[in-house]
């Protein structure tokens, strides 16, 4: 089965670091992705891990550790755009299995 | 514009009725996946179609089905449909060999049952 855990809400003040913790179990992990999502959208892409490691990109930064089921994004310079939904996805190669998404306000 | 189109965007019916939506992939994207967001629910998968077999099957109910055509695109039929089933309903496709790596979704369709 799959079972993806992460944080309902987070609150954040604009300018300030938020890190969004995932927990992940599940049969033929081949990767984790992270999504945004605004009200009503579809998830765009933010960032893919296979391997262990941390990915930056811009103000956005996931890390992965495969051996402990685990993963964060990292959102930095927040700004009052990045408030939205992050959802945590974990892949078997076709499939996603997301998690409930944590919903980030950022604050001014 | 991701690519993939996905109509009505908003649908409004009664319960016991039932709907019809439609997705067309992104061009050259043999691959069409559906997915249900319910507001109590994150998104799960429904079900894949790829070159107009059907590819692998999740948590979609009895009284969904769905089917890929000649011209790829697909439709997801929604029968004697219930209160619960109002939902965001998100198509994604991706291109050979690519698998979730090629993920493009839809805008979705909203569909509110009454």
């Known amino acids: 089965g799959q079972n993806i855990d992460q944080p309902t809400e987070m609150t954040a003040t604009e300018g300030a670091i938020v890190q969004i913790n995932c927990t992940y179990q599940t049969s033929g992990f081949n990767g984790l992705f992270w999504y945004q999502q605004h009200a009503g959208e579809a998830p765009t892409f933010l960032s893919y891990?296979?391997?262990?490691g941390l990915e930056e990109k811009g103000r956005f930064s996931s890390f992965l550790s495969r051996s402990k089921g685990y993963s964060y994004l990292l959102l930095k310079e927040l700004q009052m755009k990045d408030s939205a939904s992050y959802l945590c996805?974990?892949?078997?190669?076709?499939?996603?299995?997301f998690g409930a998404g944590t919903t980030v306000t950022v604050r001014a | 514009d991701s690519g993939v189109t996905q109509t009505p965007k908003h649908l409004i019916t009664a319960t016991g009725q039932r709907v019809t939506l439609r997705c067309s992939p992104r061009?050259?994207?043999?691959?069409v996946y559906w997915y249900q967001q319910s507001l109590d629910q994150g998104l799960q998968f429904l079900i894949q179609?790829?070159?107009?077999?059907?590819?692998a099957k999740g948590n979609i109910l009895e009284r969904f089905s769905a089917q890929q055509f000649p011209d790829l695109h697909s439709e997801l039929n929604l029968s004697s449909l219930e209160l619960g089933d109002s939902a965001l309903y998100f198509c994604a496709s991706s291109g050979s060999g690519q698998g979730a790596v090629g993920y493009t979704f839809g805008s979705g369709t909203r569909l509110t049952v009454v």
């Open positions: 179609y790829y070159n107009g077999e059907e590819r």
């Open positions: 061009s050259g994207d043999l691959s």
């Open positions: 996805a974990a892949t078997n190669d076709y499939k996603l299995s």
């Open positions: 891990n296979v391997l262990d």
